[in-house]
């Protein structure tokens, strides 16, 4: 089976590493959306015709499957995708809202959503959270942390400073969604920041835990992966080849 | 005379300022590309196409000649632009070059230019700078600080320890190119990190001084100024208002 992966750029990699590490296709074809990076600072209508021309994108291949890795794009144009698709499509946030119950996580525990601010505008993942119980949910838009993460930054002064930007004020959550395909690169520096003690949920993770749940099955071998850009596509290699080692 | 200011965003917005607050025309029609913003971060062939479409959007407005404020779009797009256009197309780089000597600067003067990735990658204001017969120049990428300036963040710890980090190693310099649209909001952060000392080259300030230079009049009246956006305008006219009033 060949599965699509949709991103705005590079920050899906880590959808694709999850799928790279527990193979559940053949084959991945990963697509970034480098020449319009980011969408996380867009508008809503901007990334639904996003959306829909990644999709024009993926009928070249053969795909059984798309998974959109970008949250962003998740939280928006879901459902226009799937309406013009002539296969399954996948978002992120559902599959993490499902990860967050299969943890167990007690539902008077403290949430923290972070990711960018359209994400958080869309209010998909506190509405979808509320719905399943939870009462103590914070949404925080924490956008700045994505060039950082472009920038190769992973810990440090710089990024103690933004964290330190976004959290001061913060108390520390009993599990915190990583949003944004890029965090998982930052997960170890944010759990620092709060001593250890969250749970966090990474989308990557999430999606595979997911699949595995509605029945896809583990395959024995690695799969192949190809990777396309709409722009620069030897920086986008160039990149997935530092972080799919990390 | 109406006169176009293209950006891939909001940064140009501090060369409309410059055009309000020494008014050389009767009106100024912005267009903003923020359905695509940045592009200092993309492959110079996707930054030229955009260029192109700017003219496109252009071509429903009749103005009299049009200033590229995005100096990543100077770096590659100008003489592509200028080939299609019925009118002059000015970029920034040159004006920029033109107040770096006109300042009086001295030709063993340590010159730093800070830009996006694309803009220090083109290698345009090295090149034209080591022409005039200036024989010390940096040029580095600093291009994280965009993102923290459309945050609105223009000075405190965040801001310092992005200082920090992308000036640590460096030697006070005498002059320094503001090379991206956005830096002028952070000039004054950026002369503190170097004790005051370095004279800051501000693209807006240099193209205004570049066209009465070349023989353009300073007018009685402030401009009007309408604002366009690829992507929600309402939000770029939020911008506006703040950052025009700073």
Chains 1, 2 share one sequence.
Not at 99 to 104: D, R
Not at 147 to 166: D, H, Q, R, S, T
Not at 222 to 230: C, E, L
Request: with cysteine; charged share 20%.
């Amino acid at each position: 089976m060949r599965v699509g992966v949709f991103d705005s750029g590079a920050g899906g990699l880590t959808v694709a590493k999850s799928l790279l590490q527990t193979p559940l296709f053949d084959e991945i074809i990963y697509y970034g959306d480098t020449a319009r990076v980011p969408y996380g600072i867009k508008d809503s209508n901007t990334i639904i015709r996003y959306g829909l021309e990644a999709i024009e994108f993926f009928n070249n291949f053969d795909i059984d499957l798309l998974i959109t890795a970008c949250n962003t794009v998740s939280a928006y144009a879901l459902n226009d995708m799937r309406e013009v698709a002539s296969y399954p499509v996948y978002g992120v946030i559902e599959p993490g809202i499902w990860a967050l119950e299969k943890k167990g996580i007690n539902k008077d525990a403290n949430i923290l959503i972070i990711a960018t601010r359209a994400t958080i505008n869309s209010k998909r993942y506190q509405i979808e959270i509320a719905k399943k119980g939870f009462k103590n949910i914070m949404a925080l838009q924490t956008g700045m942390l994505v060039p950082i993460v472009e920038e190769g930054i992973f810990e440090g002064k710089v990024l103690e400073a933004m964290l330190e930007y976004y959290f001061k004020d913060i108390a520390t959550p009993d599990a915190i969604i990583l949003g944004c395909t890029h965090f998982p690169l930052i997960a170890k520096s944010i759990k620092n920041f709060f001593h250890n003690k969250p749970i966090l949920i990474h989308s990557g993770e999430a999606i595979v835990e997911y699949l595995l749940s509605l029945g896809y099955k583990k395959l024995p071998k690695t799969p192949s992966m190809q990777i396309y850009a709409s722009d620069n596509v030897k920086n986008l290699r160039t990149i997935a080849k530092k972080w799919l080692s990390q």
